[in-house]
């Protein structure tokens, strides 16, 4: 099982929508994934067709962080292929200050994901925040997805959390490099945005995807429609870009 925790501390910036689309295509190509929503907003959640109200507090990702519920006992099937959810729930706006009040609580997610579960890939969806729901993500990753914005201000967040991560790495989990950056919602007309991604692949040599999301209209409207790119629109071409981004994804991991 491989753990893949998708953060950036701006949000806005795709993490939602990378976690989501990703695992889809992940189980398209035949593989089991989870996707584990720690944002108390719940987006994910009701992406993959779980409307977050109706979730018990006790089968949430809440109650994982809390010690309340052994992981496998809050899995939840959702319509898209081989795709499983661990829903995020409101009480998640207040995990970080219980967690936080020892160091054991940095290592509860990862300590959950002992468990003997039937899964061969992990998505972390991550709150645009700093925290120990955060560290606790970060913690349990074998490899981080940072998505930015072909923007400058994008930028602000990335830097935050690759020093996050490197004080994660030093002291916590040693084997975890730096984050991987996902360039999304491009759209490469302007000199501007070509500017930016020569400088975020010359910046962070060897740290970038080749995989570039462009901006796509039916990516912007399946949240709507609470169904993956492939189960709205199979024959958009950010599909296509999933499905590499997939392929790219199991290679970084070694797969």
Known sequence: MRVVTIANEKGGVGKTTTAVNLAAALGLQGHRALVIDLDSQGHATQWLGVTKSQVPAERSSYAVLAGQAALPATLLRTHEEGVLLCAAHALLAKAALELGSNVEGLFVLKDALGADLPIDYVLIDCPPAKGAVVFNALIAADLVIAPVLSQALSLEGLGELSETVRRVQSRYSRHLPPP????????????ADRQIQEFIRKQF?????????????????CFAARESIFRYRRTARSAA???????????????
Do not use: W
């Open 180 to 191: 991987l950056i996902l360039i999304n919602d491009y759209e490469g007309r302007s000199a």
């Open 205 to 221: 040599e060897g740290q970038v995807f080749r995989t570039v999301l462009g901006r796509d209209a039916p990516l912007r409207e």
């Open 241 to 255: 870009l999933f499905r590499e981004l997939a392929h790219e994804l199991m290679e970084r991991l070694g797969a």
